[in-house]
Every structure is written in structure tokens, then in C-alpha cells.
T-cell receptor, first 114, second 114 residues
Framework: NAGVTQTPKFQVLKTGQSMTLQCAQDMNHEYMSWYRQDPGMGLRLIHYSVGAGITDQGEVPNGYNVSRSTTEDFPLRLLSAAPSQTSVYFC?????????????FGEGSRLTVL | AQTVTQSQPEMSVQEAETVTLSCTYDTSENNYYLFWYKQPPSRQMILVIRQEAYKQQNATENRFSVNFQKAAKSFSLKISDSQLGDTAMYFCAFMRFTGNQFYFGTGTSLTVIP
């Protein structure tokens, strides 16, 4: 069982370039989300989705786009990368039924913007 | 908005000793989940323990237990018989029963000293 798979694990971009971080889960989870982790700031929510075709903004959405065309996939797009987007990015998913709530995380993607 | 506060950026403990990590949160909700996640140097986020707010009994998972004080909005993690493999960043997190967002603290870096 693969769980949550993120690609790539490492990426270096130049300012202004675009890229997509891929996230896929095979647990049939309705909820998927993207976080960024920065030193001293914990994990901050970028965007999330509660099902195919439904997305919403989190705490720090500026500079990022998402879409959810299938239950399995939730890509994160950086349209014009900035040095402030240098961070470690985590995709996470969760089952939204009763008595659950646990987030399952991918292994993270380290992005450096020069 | 919910906030989660971890006031101890760094802690250390001797191997086999006991350590307690602190977490406080702010919410007006009555029903919610609380979590402790562990992030070792591998960067993978691992669920340590979960507590449902409606349960008065403190959650326990092997060497890990919590002290949940709902009125005080406090959720501390106790690690007994600390092992070298416990060295990691620990994050406290909050989620409402009916919400779609997890809120994370800024983390506590724990080092277990041989």
C-alpha cells in the first residue's frame, strides 16, 4: 500500500519559473491538503480539498494553485516561483468519516528557489 | 481561527528518562481532535497519539501518553523510557470535528542523549 506519494522529492528552480508538485493517494481519502514547513513556523496550510472538484484556500495560498479532478490526485502549482517559496512541502490526506481525522503525510518535497 | 502553541522550541532528555512536551490551544469549539506528530530526521511525519475532546480518559500508546486538560486547553505529551529513536521534531495539532483544517504548533525539537 503506497499511501501518499509526492514527487519530486527535491527541486531547484530559478525565480519566475513554474512547476508542479504532484501528490497521489491510494486510500480513497476525500480530504487532501498541501502544507509548507519553514523553520520556526511549523506547518502552514496552503490549499485543501474535500473531494473531487472542490478546493479551498488555507492560511498561505498566495502564489499557489491547486485542482482536484480525481479523488486520487491533488497537484500543487507554482506559476511564477519566488525565493520566498523556498520550503519543504507536504501533501497530506485524510478520511472524513466519524472517529477518524488522522492525516497521512507524503515524504515531503524540498523546493529551493534561487 | 484556532491557534496551537508549543512554548518549548528545544528539549533534551537522557536515555531511559521521562520527558514532557507542552502544548496549549485556543478554540471556542467543544468537539475536536488533538494530535501529536513526530518528524524524525527522515522528514516523514508520523502520528504518535490522538485524543478526542469528548473523551475524558487520556490517550496512551505504549511509552507515549497525554495529559489532556480540556478546561485549561492543554495537551501535553509524556514520553517514558526515552529511546534514541525518539529524537525528532514533535508537532501538536488541532482539528475540529466538523472542520476541514488542521492547525499545527511550531514544533519542539527533542534530543535524546545517550
Amino acid at each position: 500500500n503506497a499511501g501518499v506519494t509526492q514527487t519530486p522529492k527535491f527541486q531547484v528552480l530559478k525565480t519566475g519559473q513554474s512547476m508542479t508538485l504532484q501528490c497521489a493517494q491510494d486510500m480513497n481519502h476525500e480530504y487532501m491538503s498541501w502544507y509548507r514547513q519553514d523553520p520556526g513556523m511549523g506547518l502552514r496550510l496552503i490549499h485543501y480539498s474535500v473531494g473531487a472538484g472542490i478546493t479551498d484556500q488555507g492560511e498561505v495560498p498566495n502564489g499557489y494553485n491547486v485542482s482536484r479532478s480525481t479523488t486520487e490526485d491533488f497537484p500543487l502549482r507554482l506559476l511564477s516561483a519566488a525565493p520566498s517559496q523556498t520550503s519543504v512541502y507536504f501533501c497530506a490526506s485524510s478520511y472524513r468519516g466519524l472517529n477518524t481525522g488522522e492525516l497521512f503525510f507524503g515524504e515531503g518535497s524540498r523546493l529551493t528557489v534561487l | 481561527a484556532q491557534t496551537v502553541t508549543q512554548s518549548q522550541p528545544e528539549m533534551s532528555v537522557q536515555e531511559a528518562e521521562t520527558v514532557t512536551l507542552s502544548c496549549t490551544y485556543d478554540t471556542s469549539e467543544n468537539n475536536y481532535y488533538l494530535f501529536w506528530y513526530k518528524q524524525p530526521p527522515s522528514r516523514q511525519m508520523i502520528l504518535v497519539i490522538r485524543q478526542e475532546a469528548y473523551k475524558q480518559q487520556n490517550a496512551t500508546e505504549n511509552r507515549f501518553s497525554v495529559n489532556f486538560q480540556k478546561a485549561a486547553k492543554s495537551f501535553s505529551l509524556k514520553i517514558s523510557d526515552s529511546q534514541l529513536g525518539d529524537t525528532a521534531m514533535y508537532f501538536c495539532a488541532f482539528m475540529r470535528f466538523t472542520g476541514n483544517q488542521f492547525y499545527f504548533g511550531t514544533g519542539t525539537s527533542l534530543t535524546v542523549i545517550p
